[in-house]
């Protein structure tokens, strides 16, 4: 009697290349092109696939993704602002970067920040082309989101750029990015409708100062809610709302507005109940959100 041939596993995926190899999850057998390494043996490609679909991703204390550990928005949004810098020194000349306020270490202003600044109402414009300006003036709301992202001269914006860089990293980190630019974006509105309402309406106002405020305000929130020490923040907010008081050609309405909208986002992010996270989260942003949309267009209605 003739005993029968024995028969070499082949790779379910290559059927030209034998194998002893078998994956550990669904024992198939997968050539040397198929293997990936596991913390135990080695799986095939549809395991490993199936296994990324299955496991949770890793997220933070308040919800976010772990993406944020990179702090790449942070770093985006430094980008942004150096850029929309350059543009504006490109539109205004040299005065663009210095011989304005604090003795002339402030830029002045250029036709950039004269376009995208928070400002109700004010007439303008070359000699013989005068025309009327603003939010309420010309319904040029886009105004209260481009003046977080312009600034008088280099000084302003160098300082505005450390402090995003050390606080943003930080709370991108804990929040992830998405919360984290919710957090920013609306720190900013906040501050420049709070601008836009108690300030006067030929006043105008820009700066990323307005999100920055909201950012110590949400930092120190947040490691409130971790029961961590706040000694390191209390300090940097105390000296900067000082300095809004003491300092003229200040906005005090525009950075205490982004403290307040900070502090507030930072809290409904930071105490928003694990079960019903994302629900609450969401739906506080979104009231802060049509808050501060109310608060502008009532003052508007007020300027008309």
Not at 226 to 242: K, R, T
Request: with cysteine; charged share 10%; proline share 5%.
């Amino acid at each position: 009697m003739s005993e029968s041939p024995v028969t070499v596993p082949v790779c379910y995926r290559h059927p030209s290349k034998e194998t002893y190899v078998r994956c550990t999850r669904c024992e198939r057998p997968i050539c040397p092109d198929c293997m990936n390494e596991a913390s135990v043996g080695h799986q095939c490609p549809e395991c490993v696939a199936d296994g990324r679909r299955t496991q949770r991703s890793a997220r933070t204390a308040f919800g976010g993704s772990a993406a944020g550990r990179s702090g790449l928005v942070t770093k985006i949004l430094i980008g942004i602002n150096v850029f929309v810098m350059l543009v504006s020194v490109l539109s205004g000349g040299a005065t663009a970067i210095a011989g304005g306020g604090m003795g002339g270490l402030l830029g002045d202003s250029t036709p950039l920040t004269d376009w995208g600044s928070v400002l109700g109402a004010a007439a303008y414009g070359p000699a013989g082309q005068v025309e009327v300006h603003g939010i309420a003036g010309n319904h040029e709301w886009y105004r209260l989101i481009t003046a977080m992202f312009l600034h008088y001269g280099v000084l302003h914006l160098l300082m505005n750029m450390y402090a995003l860089w050390i606080l943003g990293r930080e709370l991108e980190r804990a929040l992830g990015p998405l919360r984290y630019l919710g957090l920013y974006f609306l720190a900013g509105l906040g501050g420049n409708v709070a601008a836009y309402v108690f300030t006067e309406p030929n006043v105008p106002t820009a700066g990323a100062s307005t999100a920055v405020f909201g950012l110590m305000a949400a930092l120190f929130v947040l490691l409130k809610r971790l029961n961590l020490s706040v000694a390191p923040i209390l300090p940097v907010i105390v000296i900067n709302v000082i300095f809004t008081f003491v300092i003229s050609n200040i906005s005090k309405a525009g950075h205490l507005g982004g403290l307040l909208v900070g502090g507030l986002v930072g809290a409904i992010l930071a105490y928003a109940p694990r079960e019903k996270r994302n629900l609450v989260q969401g739906g506080g942003i979104a009231v802060v959100f049509a808050a501060l949309l109310a608060a502008a267009v009532l003052r508007t209605l007020s300027l008309l």
